[in-house]
């Protein structure tokens, strides 16, 4: 899950590349209590009353920033096995987390201040997950998992303790986390973790 | 995980809940953003210099809720078996992060505001597992568990799906999920994700 991306285009669109260039630059400079308008306006080399107009506020800004992101064409990583794909996908996300300037940090850390960022935010990370699914039925083609594996619990349970311990309990980065966690949902899910309908099992 | 709760003491600790109880209420209201030093001191009854000496700052008053909430006699559930402990366990945290008024989710978006606050929260999770690692060793003396299976990875695996829903994802509860990633966490404990030493077994 790599970090928000510029994208070419027309004079209206250029004018967004310079704009959402400077917010990640901003972000990553100083975060989000240095972000006001007028600093991105001014760093984008565009009017102010366009800036103003096209974003609104300083949530709008970061939520376009956000949704730029889906824009790209990152695919979850392919290496021929479940463990091996899942581990791949979270040496991204560690490394995404952990990177100098730490943008997709301060992206995550503005969305608490945010609402619209909050949204863009949720909206990043279900396209991302979404594009991982691929991942688990390659995997249930490969033979690896059971038919019926719900790939959306699997890819959670691998890659939340990433986020729970780069974002939440501030942990220093731990180099064989991002293994163990596919590893650990990789084993669970060869045991038939994630095969059961939700409603069944439980009490 | 439960939310943080009052002392009794002399006068000193009097002084202390009567802020640290304004600080709860007024976050409970209104978030990270109505809260400022006056506006806890009033609602507490307490000269403004008072709380402005012994806590300097918001943040100050927030890591002091959070440092507070340490001094409970919290510990982890005890149902006789690692997936109920687990599951019981989630429970709580779910119960915590979903509450209403959303104390510890208002505590969790503050410690993003605020290095004081940030700190205070990363002691606090870091009492709360340490305390859990008694629902290991339980499992492990009960034959549930292979010797040397590293707790707090356990843990984290079992917890993590919770607060990377309910903090950062933001989807709606699941009723499902507290048992869900408890039953995963055991499944992968059992068949021996977290007995290997942190330094083995990966590339």
Redesign the interface.
């Known amino acids: 899950m790599p970090p928000p991306q510029r994208r070419p285009g027309g004079r209206t669109a250029r004018i967004r590349t310079q704009v959402l260039d400077a917010v990640l630059a901003e972000l990553g400079e100083r975060g989000y209590d240095g972000l006001t308008m007028d600093v991105v306006a001014a760093r984008a080399g565009v009017n102010r009353a366009t800036v103003y107009r096209r974003w609104g506020d300083v949530g709008g800004l970061l939520a376009d920033v956000l949704d730029a992101a889906s824009d790209d064409a990152w695919r979850p990583p392919d290496t021929g096995s479940l463990t091996g794909d899942l581990a791949g996908l979270n040496h991204e996300i560690q490394d995404a987390l952990t990177a100098e300037p730490p943008i997709v940090a301060a992206l995550?850390?503005a969305s608490?201040?945010s609402e619209k960022a909050?949204q863009a935010q949720?909206r990043l990370?279900e396209d991302r997950y979404a594009r991982c699914e691929i991942v688990v039925s390659r995997a249930v083609r490969r033979g690896e998992l059971p038919p019926h594996t719900d790939a959306r619990?699997l890819l959670?349970?691998a890659?939340?303790?990433l986020?729970?311990?780069l974002?939440?309990?501030?942990t220093p980065p731990?180099p064989?986390l991002p293994?163990?966690?596919a590893?650990?949902?990789a084993?669970?899910a060869s045991?038939?973790?994630?095969t059961e309908p939700?409603?069944a099992?439980?009490?």
């Not at 974002?167 to 501030?170: F, K, Q, S």
């Not at 045991?191 to 994630?194: E, L, T, V």
């Open positions: 995550i850390a608490f201040r909050a949720q990370w619990r959670i349970a890659t939340a303790p986020y729970h311990h974002v939440l309990l501030r731990d064989h293994d163990h966690a590893r650990t949902a084993l669970a045991a038939g973790a994630f939700p409603s099992g439980d009490t």
